[in-house]
């Protein structure tokens, strides 16, 4: 690996050290820096060897390093490429006599590094995050909302050159990882693909309501916005603005309030782990700590990654994330709650599989929401998704699920639903044989739920009262809607009930 050098006339500038934050419109350490920025990105080999990300988010991202070179070049510099430990290659440049600019980011696993970070170096603050404010989740909406209304920081027309040398090349990064992209993704990454895609949707806005459920339709007709937001080529306060813009004098008024609200909940959870930074390693409720983690079932977890539950809908989901590395929210929240209350694994392993898919894998709402979904924080509704249910309401004539569970794709829609319950005479003529060329149900999903409703039940009490604790209160970074005074009410009501 090359020795990092830098041209003399280059000395006491001003590093921008870009993490998810890959764009220059929108991006506050780029506009503190000005003039005098000196761009870099840093591949960590922690993260390009973890277990957890799948190449095809690699590739994404070194499409989004590709795509912000561009814009770098068309004000006049570049981003530097450089490889190592991140903090230990920012301090050689500090010792060169550069001041180090960076957006503070805990939505990652390096949480000592973030830490080391903000000691060493200049962070900022402009995402809506509010940061180091303990108590300030009440009036986080009002933060939200200021946030997204205010002015974007501007940027200069142009920079001074960047003399820096490259470490690596984007093709020596992907064959010294190895990197071999194995998914259908949507779209290449980058700033420039962001605002094509924010544009197309918002053109077909009034398809958006109907499609949130469907997982068919929201392949088509969601903005598939996620992973452009996860790694920064745009800003949430950018999509905001622009569907701001376009709701005026529209008929579509609620269809564009709707993605607008989506923006201030996908906000909400990057607050989470900014509160909580351990929410992707444990459950928030320390009642729920390590539940099911010693009944691992390796058949049943086995089954549900590889998408062969005997529940079509479970089973096309799971297929479509691995072959795709997306579905929607409604198919993600159904395969968790199968995954907890049904099939009663530990909540991590599936939060764990579904990171690794992802290409939009965001820690904060992936393992916040699985909590969620596996009921460990202690003060959610316990919706248990019937797959079945699932089927009638959001793939009736079984589209979804015959294009990723191709086996089935001679099934009408009232036997995809229940494939088990057809006569022979029916498997014979599908050809459909159910435990031989489609699996019997794993489990009995009434039964379980059944289960899991009394046993949440009987720990009702103690989750409540677990919220006694001011740093847990804290660290559930709870919406404002929940009232700590009626939650530790309501703890006190409970009876105590014997664990099943």
Known sequence: MKNLQVKEYCMGRKVVWHRNDLRLRDNKALSEAGKEALPVYIFDPEWLENDLVSDTRIEFVLECIKDINRQYQVKNSRISL?????????????????????????????????????????????????????????????????????????????????????QASLDEIRERHDIRPEKKKFGPGGSEEAGKRLQKFLDKIEKYPSSISSPIK???????????????????????????????????????????DRLFWHLNFSQKIEDNPDLFKESVNPVFRDLHKEKRDEEKIKAWKEGKTGYPLVDASRRALVETGWINFRMRAMCATFFSYILKQWWKEGADFFY??????????????????????????????????QVKENDPRGEFIKKYVPELRSLNAEQIVKPWEMSEEEQRKTGIEIGKNYPEPIVDHKAEARKARKFFKAKKGKAYAAFKDDE??????????????????KASEQKSLEDY
């Open 82 to 166: 450089l490889n190592g430990d991140p903090i230990e290659e920012l301090e050689k440049l500090k010792e060169k006599g550069h001041e180090i600019y960076f957006n503070k980011d805990s939505n990652h696993f390096r949480q000592k590094m973030e830490k080391k970070a903000r000691e060493k170096f200049q962070g900022f603050s402009g995402d809506g995050v509010v940061r180091n404010k303990p108590g300030t989740r009440k009036k986080w909406d009002n933060n939200a909302d200021k946030y997204f209304r205010s002015k974007p920081p501007g940027i200069p027309e142009t920079f001074e050159d960047n003399p820096m040398e490259n």
């Open 218 to 260: 929201a392949e088509k007709n969601t903005s598939h916005l996620s992973p452009y937001i996860r790694y920064g080529c745009i800003t949430r306060r950018q999509a905001y603005r622009h569907a701001k813009w376009r709701s005026k004098d529209s008929e579509q008024t609620q269809r564009y309030k709707m993605f607008i």
């Open 356 to 389: 690794k898919h992802l290409i939009d894998a965001d820690v904060a709402i992936n393992y916040y929401q699985w909590q969620m979904h596996s009921g460990l924080i202690g003060v959610h509704k316990h919706r248990i998704y019937n797959p079945t249910k």
């Open 472 to 489: 847990l209160w804290r660290k559930a970074s709870l919406s404002p809607r929940h009232d700590r005074e009626k939650i530790l009410e």
